[in-house]
């Protein structure tokens, strides 16, 4: 285990590089649920797997700006433009990724501004490389710092751990996903006739202990499978809405103009 987290990747050792990508997940998961409250007024969900409070794309990207962009440090104009395009690239193939193999579609930018198949877009993609600026100058110092506090085999030995259970938590979110896939196409079909049986296996009975509607719902409530899956079977995400806030007030103005209006 030395030699693989010792071993470098165009600078950085291995074993920082799979620290940052837990670290920058689980941040990724903080600056979500943030965004969502500061715009929308909600808090829910923002996870990318389930059972863990990561965001993985974050970690790609942030992972992604650490060995691609430390060595620019003096050139914050080329961190921020390669840091926008590096993480487009990673966003774009997730989101295409995501759909090839599960047929849902995690998030739609088709109504913004110079999109991409609505996979990307130029407002997020600026996002991007502001978030870069922030990787590279600010965050990346004290995550070595804290990585560096753990080094030796303590440090190892937790980020095996850790690794071992995004592994797990990366092949349960396929198998849940392929399942909900499987009975929205199901919930699709017209009722002819009797509903046809189907035996399930081993595997797929244990996806559906580990993952049940509620917790794929409540996981991942943005994503168009799941979007549908609540519609066709009357389950609702959980959420807490900010009512102070102003999208909500807004809405509450408009209910209550319109109750007036008809009364």
Request: glycine content about 8%; proline content about 5%; charged content about 15%.
């Given at each position: 285990m030395d030699a693989l987290y010792s071993a470098t990747v165009l600078g950085p050792p291995l074993y920082l590089i799979l620290w940052?990508?837990?670290i920058y997940s689980v941040l990724g998961v903080v600056v979500e649920l943030v965004f969502c409250l500061v715009v929308e007024g909600v808090v829910e969900s923002r996870q990318g797997l389930l059972y863990l409070p990561l965001r993985p794309?974050?970690?790609l990207g942030g992972a992604s700006c650490t060995v691609l962009l430390h060595h620019l440090i003096?050139?914050?104009v080329v961190v921020f433009v390669l840091g926008m395009l590096i993480c487009?690239?990673?966003?774009?193939?997730?989101s295409l990724v995501m759909e090839k193999?599960?047929?849902?579609?995690?998030?739609?930018y088709g109504d913004k501004l110079l999109n991409v198949h609505g996979r990307v877009c130029l407002q997020y993609s600026a996002s991007w490389g502001l978030l870069s600026l922030l990787v590279v100058y600010v965050l990346d110092p004290v995550v070595y710092?804290?990585?560096?506090?753990?080094?030796?085999?303590?440090?190892?030995a937790i980020l095996t751990v850790l690794l071992i259970m995004v592994a797990l938590s990366a092949v349960l979110t396929a198998?849940?996903?392929?399942?909900?896939?499987?009975?929205?196409?199901a919930l699709r079909a017209p009722p002819w006739g009797e509903p046809a049986t189907t035996s399930l296996t081993s595997w797929q009975r244990l996806i559906d202990r580990l993952a049940p509607d509620v917790v794929v719902i409540n996981t991942f409530p943005r994503m168009s499978l799941i979007s549908e899956l609540s519609d066709r079977t009357g389950q609702q995400r959980a959420w807490i809405r900010w009512s102070g806030h102003p999208a909500w007030r807004h809405q509450r103005d408009?209910?209550?103009?319109?109750s007036s209006l008809s009364s």
């Amino acid at each position: 285990m030395d030699a693989l987290y010792s071993a470098t990747v165009l600078g950085p050792p291995l074993y920082l590089i799979l620290w940052v990508f837990i670290i920058y997940s689980v941040l990724g998961v903080v600056v979500e649920l943030v965004f969502c409250l500061v715009v929308e007024g909600v808090v829910e969900s923002r996870q990318g797997l389930l059972y863990l409070p990561l965001r993985p794309i974050y970690g790609l990207g942030g992972a992604s700006c650490t060995v691609l962009l430390h060595h620019l440090i003096t050139e914050p104009v080329v961190v921020f433009v390669l840091g926008m395009l590096i993480c487009t690239a990673i966003e774009y193939a997730a989101s295409l990724v995501m759909e090839k193999l599960s047929g849902a579609i995690s998030w739609d930018y088709g109504d913004k501004l110079l999109n991409v198949h609505g996979r990307v877009c130029l407002q997020y993609s600026a996002s991007w490389g502001l978030l870069s600026l922030l990787v590279v100058y600010v965050l990346d110092p004290v995550v070595y710092s804290v990585v560096k506090a753990l080094d030796g085999q303590i440090g190892q030995a937790i980020l095996t751990v850790l690794l071992i259970m995004v592994a797990l938590s990366a092949v349960l979110t396929a198998g849940a996903l392929n399942r909900i896939a499987r009975r929205v196409g199901a919930l699709r079909a017209p009722p002819w006739g009797e509903p046809a049986t189907t035996s399930l296996t081993s595997w797929q009975r244990l996806i559906d202990r580990l993952a049940p509607d509620v917790v794929v719902i409540n996981t991942f409530p943005r994503m168009s499978l799941i979007s549908e899956l609540s519609d066709r079977t009357g389950q609702q995400r959980a959420w807490i809405r900010w009512s102070g806030h102003p999208a909500w007030r807004h809405q509450r103005d408009v209910a209550r103009t319109r109750s007036s209006l008809s009364s």
